[in-house]
């Protein structure tokens, strides 16, 4: 087990039930059973914040600690662009996340492929929200 993911996943903060939250999304990864549902509040088109819970593996837990911190105080078209690279990353396209979202790299990594649909299982729960 890397220890990096460890401590990001053990980042808690934003592992909560958001009360009065305006938006909402859960999925569940069919491969693995991870489950995860991302409660958002949004205001002019700004995530101002950002809770989540779910019964998922260490690297999802990761994924949407790490997602949670970067999402507030940005808009939703930025998270949504997020996302999409997000997604492009594990089709071959790496240039994205050397670029704009370097601080992805400590989960982005290719030793965790294998891992890439607990991974996205946020990113995915969270365009849901953002992307309309």
Known sequence: MDLEILNIASDTDNNRNLK???H???????????????????????????GYQGHSCVYCQASASLLSKICINNKKSKI???C???KSYFNGNLENI???WI???RLFKKKNL?????????F????KIVSD
């Open 80 to 82: 949504n662009e997020l």
């Open 84 to 86: 999409n690279d997000a």
């Open 124 to 127: 995915k729960t969270l365009q």
């Open 20 to 22: 009065n939250h305006t």
């Open 103 to 105: 601080f992805l790299k």
């Open 98 to 100: 050397d670029k704009k």
């Open 24 to 50: 909402f999304s859960k999925l569940k990864n069919s491969i693995c059973g991870d489950e995860i549902q991302i409660k958002l509040i949004i205001k002019e088109d700004k995530i101002v914040d950002f």
């Open 114 to 122: 294998s891992k890439k649909n607990c991974i996205l299982l946020p």
